[in-house]
């Protein structure tokens, strides 16, 4: 049986899914947007503040058939977010191709670590210091979201904004548990390099998944 489920995921047939949600859009260009998240398990690029850590073991969730996933989400909503986790692990292709059937416009939240794959509207390039992107990844990202955990991560923004597209939105965004010390030192860091935009996790402030 193991072995038929390898071959599944590699083909992209199924998919580890941790959850599955209908919500709004809570970060970036598309905040306040009602959106269908699908979070797909298994990352190994390890940020030590990451808050879905237990996303991290993609055998600690229930395998999906992707086509089915994909019309479960758009009954929803035709705005499907991939997310994770780092859902580039996988192969997206058909439960890509299945939600384009189905009139969707598809987004992914990607560290870029990762080859890219699937039919993808809207890129989301969070890059990570532990597991830096592709390079190919970069002239294809709409957004750039940096994740602001200490006094370096400006410097690092910095570096990976000199390699997107100049079409691509620049997010600086706090690490939640860090946003009292954070938000005042982007806001600053903003004034002086106002081409950054300051992202903020409104989820978490309206309680929403």
Known sequence: MKIEEDILLKEGKMLPVMEHFYTLQGEGAHTGKAAYFIRLGGCDVGCHW??????????LHPLM?????AETAARHCKTIVLTGGEPLMWNLDILTSRLKALGCTIHIETSGAYPMSG???WITL????TGLPKEEIYAEAHELKVIVFNNNDFKFAQEQAAKVSENCTLYLQSEWSKRDEMYPKITDFILEHPEWRASVQTHKYLNIP
């Open 50 to 59: 990451c808050d879905v850590k237990e996303s991290w073991d993609p055998t």
């Open 65 to 69: 058939n992707a086509e089915e996933i």
């Open 119 to 121: 039919q993808i509207d």
């Open 126 to 129: 969070s890059p990570k210091k």
